[in-house]
């Protein structure tokens, strides 16, 4: 452990520039300046320094690293936006959780990864070519035992997810399906990028018995740090999505079959 | 579970208005607007709407939620922050984690929820007003099992983390000394408010050996949801801190005796 | 001139408090910390400070101060829009400018003052309180003769003005009126809160006949500036109102009487 | 007047691409998707839709548009901060201007233009080549009647300036020179993209007896606005620079011969 292995995946940097690669008998990797022989790499420390023409810097991949190289057909969520939903749906190890939207599988694996080791994301998409990408998206990560992939048929189990996070462009006809397979008073999270969704979506959670706790959005800024002349970076990405935050409450059809209505007292 | 009983935290909310309360025998709660008799709610699931006198509902508190009523000397961390340091310090279960200023004890439970059941945070301020607070809170938060609070006496353990976090205003004196105690090729972050701190660091961070990721400012916005007429919120946060993350690399002096240098190769 | 003078306006600075005082015989005004002889200040050039218990700092206001300053009854445009609808309205001496939406004059102030010694600002509003304070507030900064205020009947003059700015919660109700005020090709711009109204706003700007240049929205922070201790401040406006700027284009209803149809050639 | 004619400015517009062309007899502009014959043009009213294969739009430039497009061997002041710059410096008609660093005559001209028709901006460069493009560029904005441009040989002249505008790397350096040029109690702007400068031009202008009124940072954010479909652009600029703004005061050395002390009272 903490040493370079075959097998290992590494994360390779040369200045602001980044590869990462898995380690494999024989195999040399090139860059836009030299070739890396990765079998002289094998048995170093991860964070040594190997010189291949230009000094080279081999650290062992974040989960974040890993994420930000998946395959995508999709924009794959901001670490700005998956750290802050992390903590609004209370991930906790063991939880289950459920996700609608699989698509590159990026935020299934920053949850499936706060969830073990005894928990699991079940997730669903309706497109098949998403699921394929994810589920070798969340392997490479080592993540798939903490995930289950779905087809979603148009149904969801009944009370069972401890949380969820819906990613789909119109969730507002899903809002009764997730409502009832969520337990009491667990957190709902939505991504949605523009604001009519935003209205559509408020409106189905309140007629159906969510508690809005907040729809934010979240900016990210870097700062380019050098002594004496510091200053923020020129560029910065102006929108991903906006986040809508809720938590399930009553419903508010009492007459509804609600995995409540028999516990409520008058 | 799903069921509130006595000895639970509760989070009561009217509105925008939000208690977090203890249920206890017996016990009252009076908010500005009425009487809320804590016996009557016992029983009822989580996430059920009790009229007393107005409707209230009643929550399971998420962790953010019992963070953000902790008892505080300082501002606490935000979970806008907290969210991207578990992110980019890759917290995972298991983990052993370094924190430098121990604070109220915020970022330590976010940090102690993502890695239980066998991590484990370790945490070191050099107040004992701070640490008795943080206590509490932990406690209260039911996560004082995945956190060991410590003294600073100026001493670290060697090559032991996981990851660390630093919240201290002068943490280029402690640079050498969480260089020792990570493990090869580990995230460290830094929360600084100003930005004479960040040249500071970076200057230390740079002559010790570790790799610079970036230097972040994160910024929320509220929006104002309601249907024909949703708009951003009239008041944001302008600023709680910088962050900077960086991983361990190799020691800038060679002749150092560190946990790498049997294992170069040349 | 640069001297203090009776009847002038001075604005009085202690540290971060400023006060807008207009300067009279035998008049004292008392601040939280002490009482300011004005008679004493007389004949002391701008920029003088004096001591009365502390010493203030009396500045010849600049017309931001004295609109910072004025009555209102609904809140006033900031100097963050105000200066970049001067650049995009074109604003320039010498032109005849429409402003829908009185209100407290603050615009109308900033427009006034970029457009003399020969232009003039013709500005509309329905409700005879918001102009009866806007014309008091006009006459303190001296600039009510560039300025002619005007009670909207539902009737504008035809290709008359060099530019428009509109303020109204329904602007797509006048946008036919607008287009035929304005001469060939001239900016107008519309402030408006909501994203609802931008999308309505749009829609009847694409089927009148303008080009839409651009909506925008403009954040200020301030920067906390101190040797070694610089950091952004952690208060900041979130919101004041979206911007939408457009031209004068061709009429899409090509039979309408228009001023340019006589002129265009197939 | 609003008619194309020989020797105008004209902005073509095709969506989101703008050309900025100089009206000349037999002159052909080709884009990428046709060739525009300017002599159809010329007799039209500004603000026509004329088909070359496509439908361009021909609008009367406003002074921001060509500015857009001045040579520049820099950046180029922004929009959003030139407005800003406009009504903190208080600029009005008549009014006598110092700028310090001409570089590209943007911001020279955005003065100019709002203080004709009798005002005049004294603009200030070493660097001959800056002054060689500037000359150019404001030639053909027709502002050269109120710009006066010279080489900076380390003098300014005393007590002449209603405000001024400073965007050099060093301006601490120049800030005794800068309170001398000015008269009692004018503003004072001054451009700086890094922290560190920040923290020694505020140091020097409370040294030399300057009233520092605020340093920000403006943000511009586009929105696209589409039916049902809005949201903010995904992309920002980031950072351009900090503005500090501050007046005239006292000096602080009161044995100074200053333009203030002969009638400074005690």
Redesign the interface.
């Known amino acids: 452990m903490?040493?370079i292995s075959y097998g290992d995946l590494v994360l390779i940097?040369y200045e602001k520039r980044k590869w990462l690669i898995k380690v494999e008998s024989g195999k040399k990797f090139q860059t836009h300046l030299s070739i890396i022989d990765l079998d002289?790499v094998v048995?170093?420390?991860?964070?040594?320094?190997v010189n291949f023409g230009v000094d080279y810097?081999f650290?062992?991949p974040?989960?974040?690293d890993i994420i930000m190289k998946y395959k995508r057909l999709t924009q794959i969520i901001y670490?700005?936006d998956?750290?802050?939903?992390?903590?609004?749906l209370?991930?906790?190890?063991?939880m289950e959780v459920l996700e609608m939207g699989t698509g590159s599988g990026a935020l299934t694996s920053?949850i499936a990864?706060?969830l073990?080791?005894?928990g699991k994301v079940i997730t669903y998409d309706i497109n098949e070519k998403f699921t394929t990408i994810a589920k070798e998206n969340v392997k490479r990560a080592l993540l798939e035992s903490w995930i289950e992939f779905r087809n979603f048929d148009g149904n969801l189990p009944k009370a069972e997810f401890d949380s969820a996070f819906i990613d789909l462009s119109d969730p507002w006809l899903y809002v009764e399906k997730i409502w009832s397979s969520l337990?009491?008073?667990s957190?709902v999270g939505f991504l949605l990028?523009?604001?009519?969704q935003?209205?559509k979506l408020?409106?189905s959670l309140k007629e159906t018995g969510f508690?809005?706790d907040?729809?934010?959005?979240?900016?990210?800024?870097?700062?380019v740090?050098?002594?004496?002349?510091?200053?923020?970076?020129?560029?910065?990405?102006?929108?991903?999505a906006?986040l809508?935050f809720a938590?399930?409450?009553?419903h508010k059809n009492t007459n509804i079959d609600t995995?409540?209505n028999n516990?409520?007292?008058t």
Do not use: Q
């Open positions: 903490g040493v940097v002289r048995g170093l420390p991860y964070g040594s320094k810097l650290l062992k974040t989960l974040e670490p700005k998956a750290g802050y939903i992390l903590v609004k209370n991930i906790t190890p063991g920053y990864n706060s073990r080791p005894t337990k009491p008073s957190p990028p523009t604001v009519d935003l209205e408020d409106k508690w809005i907040e729809t934010v959005e979240i900016f990210l800024r870097r700062m740090v050098a002594e004496g002349r510091t200053r923020p970076s020129g560029l910065m990405v102006g929108h991903t906006y809508t938590r399930k409450s009553e995995v409540m516990t409520h007292v």
